[in-house]
């Protein structure tokens, strides 16, 4: 692909809150785009991007799927790779992975529901990756449909400066069209035709002050970040063409100034050209997104990368799925230069070679041969032995490593053992490769009782998974009950000598050092082992320090209260002694898991257990009940409003423990009416008294996570 031809390529995800319509958008793009022939639903299984059969079974989506197609726009024909992220809050690590390779994304919201929960979360995660975005209110043809006021929660509830550039002919059953704010002219879709046909016409009368109203606030918040545009503006804003206003609208749009609203009805085929005309016109192209910015391994010196097939290669690996048909497919967006089918490529993390013997063009999950992927576009590869998501892909002789993903750690976990012995093996092989895929679902094998615990994000994480085990993998489970993924903290400093001794005829054993220990520094953000070296005048050899850091950073994997691990700790070294035959690196190490256990013991050791951001909305009648069973929850109501179609929604912070089986509960109270979602929040420490209870049953449980 030519410097060219990579002005015309568009890398764009869409991602919203669940239920929001993405999959339905997706649908409509490959329809009108012409790389399918039949609109897939997702309410009837048949969606194309939606192809893992629990997806269908579920009507929701699980896993990213990505998929390349064209549209032609302004006599030019555009490449559009597109992936659909889900919008549960349980497979939030397909939307950052996604995120984190895309150079532009479509932020949908649903037109009753507004800006949810999950919406702010996939916010945050693409402002983390500077994402620049366009918003697109879906769903115009339902009851209580409103998009002015998606437009204003998008203000005041993301922060963010969303800038109309069409209005709605119409809401609910009403709706009909679209007034093109930019050409001033209004756009009706034929329902015939499944939407593929529209008319463009005059605006009606009855809408024209309205539009010219919205106009003129368009103008004048794209004309703050347009010098040239703001001259006009007040001079005379007649003067003002329709490319004057494209170019400013695409520049405010890439530094992420403004985000140009959108508005449409994905289900009932209107809107969605319009959508994929404005994708094209306002989101990056690899060259908007310019260089891609790295370290050298070697040197340790930051080096960057040009968006050019000329450039030397480097990729980013996003994802690993398994296939039944090719095996293992590893996705990943190439940076610069390219990757050739046969060719070898080069891993900084595993510093081995790896041979890419196929390569593919995705199209959800089936896969189109091709000999090359160059810079700016994404593919799948086959053939990669050992490979991790996140890993860099690159020349030999010219590496660099990119940044990788931060993914969140498991919040829940559940014990779990083949109903047949003979599947032992098959139960490992499936769980090596669920792992492998997915970075927020761990296995781990309980060593006191050699039960394998698997952790994940959520009860329906765990759920899809098991089930995946037993449809992809052909495993039947008997799992566990669900158990909270403690942590472990300390709460005060303190001072500690330890000395480690052992003589054994010939060479011996010595290590003695003195630490203090204790909670971390309120400005250490990053979490883990806050080490501080102040042994002055050689006491301790340098050598032996880096074995002390190690010592105390294999030591916090297990806590003293019940093995679960601590998140963060603050160790100096202030000085100690060696032996000048007796010391050694495994010396000191072993002394430093020594002291640290004895210093926790001392150091005001608290568990710490995971607490959720929940969100119910809820008919007014059925307020009190929820609250009541939110506080029998150790639940904190921080607050209470009023959505617009007269529900009322509930915020409150609850720890995981008590939410099992919550939407069941929910479910019973408000006879079916009320919905909620939950996030991750933080870990806070547990009173005394739940703490002695959650320590009881440690000590006589089997499935300790």
């Keep these: 692909m030519s410097q060219k031809d990579l002005h015309f390529t568009r890398n764009i995800g869409i991602m919203a809150h669940i239920d929001a319509g993405k999959t339905t958008t997706s649908e409509r793009i490959l329809y009108y785009t012409g790389l399918t022939h039949k609109i897939g639903e997702t309410h009837d299984g048949s969606a194309t991007m939606d192809w893992m059969q629990q997806e269908q079974d579920r009507g929701i989506t699980i896993t990213s799927a990505a998929t390349t197609t064209f549209w032609k726009y302004d006599n030019q024909m555009y490449k559009i790779n597109l992936i659909d992220t889900p919008g549960h809050v349980d497979f939030t690590v397909e939307v950052e992975r996604s995120l984190r390779v895309l150079d532009g994304a479509v932020a949908t919201y649903c037109a009753v529901g507004g800006v949810e929960p999950q919406s702010e979360t996939v916010w945050r995660q693409a402002d983390k990756y500077n994402v620049p975005r366009i918003g697109y209110v879906n769903k115009m043809d339902r009851s209580g449909a409103n998009f002015f006021e998606v437009v204003r929660q998008m203000q005041t509830v993301l922060g963010s400066n969303p800038c109309p550039v069409v209005i709605p002919i119409g809401a609910e059953e009403t709706f009909v069209g679209l007034v093109d704010l930019i050409k001033m002219k209004a756009i009706y879709w034929h329902d015939e035709t499944m939407g593929a046909d529209f008319d463009v016409a005059e605006i009606p009368a009855d809408l024209m002050d309205e539009a010219q109203e919205w106009r003129d606030k368009m103008l004048e918040n794209v004309s703050s970040f347009d010098e040239a ?17 494209m170019r400013a609208l695409r520049a405010a749009t890439l530094t992420m100034d403004i985000v140009p ?4 009805s994905s289900f009932k085929n209107k809107g969605v050209q319009t959508l994929l005309d404005y994708a094209c016109a306002f989101l990056p192209s690899p060259v908007d997104t310019g260089t891609i910015v790295g370290t050298n391994p070697e040197t340790g010196e930051e080096e960057d990368r040009q968006p050019s097939e000329s450039e030397k290669t480097c990729a ?24 050739a089918a046969g060719s070898y490529i080069y891993n900084t993390r595993s510093d081995k070679k790896e041979r890419v013997s196929r390569l593919f063009q995705m199209h959800s999950n089936k896969q189109n041969p091709v000999d090359v992927i160059g810079a700016g576009d994404i593919g ?12 860099t892909l690159c020349d030999e002789d010219f590496p660099i490593v990119l940044e990788s993903m931060d993914f969140p750690e498991p919040v829940i976990g559940i014990a779990i053992e083949p109903k047949t012995q003979k599947d032992m093996d098959k139960l490992g092989t499936g769980l090596a490769k669920l792992s492998e895929e997915d970075p927020t679902f761990t296995v781990k094998t309980n060593e006191e009782t050699g039960q394998t615990v698997i952790s994940g994000m959520g009860e329906l994480h765990l759920e899809v998974l098991i089930e995946r085990l037993r449809t992809e993998f052909k495993v039947e489970c008997n799992q566990g009950r669900p158990q909270v993924n403690y942590k472990e903290a300390i709460t005060k400093t303190v001072d500690l000598r330890e000395t480690y001794k052992k003589q054994t005829g010939g060479r011996g054993k010595f290590a003695d050092i003195i630490v203090k220990m204790g909670p971390v520094d309120e400005d250490f953000t990053l979490g883990g082992l806050q080490f501080v070296d102040e042994v002055k005048g050689g006491n301790i050899p340098k050598e032996f320090i880096p074995s002390v850091q190690k010592g105390f950073q294999t030591a916090m994997k297990n806590g003293v209260l019940a093995g679960y691990p601590l998140d963060s700790l603050k160790v100096v070294l202030t000085d100690g002694s060696f032996h000048p035959v007796d010391s050694d690196q495994l010396s000191f190490e072993i002394c430093a898991m020594q002291a640290y256990r004895k210093a926790s013991a001392q150091a005001g050791p608290v568990l710490m257990e995971p607490i959720m951001r929940l969100e119910v909305v809820t008919p007014e009648e059925n307020m009190g009940d929820i609250i009541g069973d939110l506080n029998k929850r150790r639940g904190q109501v921080e607050g209470m409003e009023s959505s617009r179609s007269g529900a009322r929604i509930v915020k409150a912070l609850v720890p995981l423990a008590e939410m099992f089986g919550y939407v069941t509960s929910l479910r019973t109270i408000s006879s079916g009416r009320a919905t909620s979602s939950m996030v991750y929040s933080h870990h806070a420490a547990l009173s005394s008294s739940i703490a002695k209870q959650v320590l009881e049953e440690c000590d006589g449980r089997v499935d300790l996570v």
Excluded: N, Q, W
């Design 229 to 245: 545009l703001m001259e006009k503006y007040f001079e005379d804003p007649s003067t003002i063409t329709e490319e004057d206003l």
């Design 261 to 264: 609203m959108l508005c449409g």
């Design 316 to 339: 980013l690996a996003f994802k690993i799925a398994t296939d039944p048909y090719v095996g293992r497919l590893t996705f990943f967006r190439v940076y610069s230069g390219k990757i």
């Design 380 to 391: 799948a590869g086959v053939g990669f032995k050992d490979i991790h998501t996140g890993d």
